[in-house]
């Protein structure tokens, strides 16, 4: 644009001193052409001037250029290297992913067989555990009979073993009376004196002062020979060993249970007559 500029000015200059050679005096004429000569020279010196600037700055430009140039297509080849790096880890990674995943469904394969094996062989020690417990209770079962027949065989028979037993109760000998009396029930169990034997271990701790134990020896004879010969006498006596222990409510208690279960009973008038030492009862006998 200024080149441009210049050019027009220089332009007119010339044509300004053509005009002027036509129209003035010949020693006008050259004093006007050595200066516009002059400011034509001026001219030119500047337009190189400034036509060597502007070269100077566009080759730097240029340079400028073609430096970010090739440094874009650096950075554009970095780029690309980086996709392409990028892209194969990715690959190589997604291979492995999958090695890895194949490995692990074969590890949890292999640890489904083997809780599988666990769980039957489990099964099996239970069953094994089961099957020994039957045989232990079975040969306990079976030992403990074995031991019964041959206590059995070596037990006296059973009126001779409760004759005895009577006897030394009634002689005061209450620590043979009792072994003897517990050998009964422990060798027959099921006969007819075994309510008798079960009574006089209770009449064996009634006579030793031992009043709450006879109490519950009593309640047994009760319970578990309801239809021996010695009901009455353990609810009688049971309501004394209450009454020794100052349970007055529950002596009068068990002393009228035994009157209404066996009110023609020996032992009912006994309990009438203990009644009426507590300071309770009636006197009144049955028809």
Known sequence: MTN???????????LGTAF????????????EILQLQTQVQDLQQQMTSMQRSFDERMGVMRNLVEQNTDTMNKLAGAIDKLQTSIQKQQTDGASQVNQYSGQIQ??????????????KVSKQLEDLQATQQTLAAQTAQTAQAAQAAQQ????????????????DYNAGKMDLATQEFQD???????????????FYLAEVEFRQGNYAQAAKDYDKVIESFPGGNKVAAAHLKKGYAYAELGQKDAAVAELHALIQRFPRAPEATQAREKLLQLGTGTTKRPR
């Open 4 to 14: 441009i500029i210049t050019k027009r000015r220089i332009a007119t200059l010339v």
């Open 20 to 31: 002027l050679a036509t129209t003035t005096p010949a020693w006008c004429v050259s004093k």
């Open 106 to 119: 074969s590890l949890n394969d292999s640890i489904d067989e083997l809780k599988a094996r666990l769980n």
């Open 152 to 167: 059995q065989q070596q037990a006296p028979p059973p009126d001779v073993l409760y004759n005895n037993g009577l006897r």
């Open 184 to 198: 009964y029930l422990k060798f027959y169990p099921n006969t007819d004196l075994a309510g008798n034997s079960s």
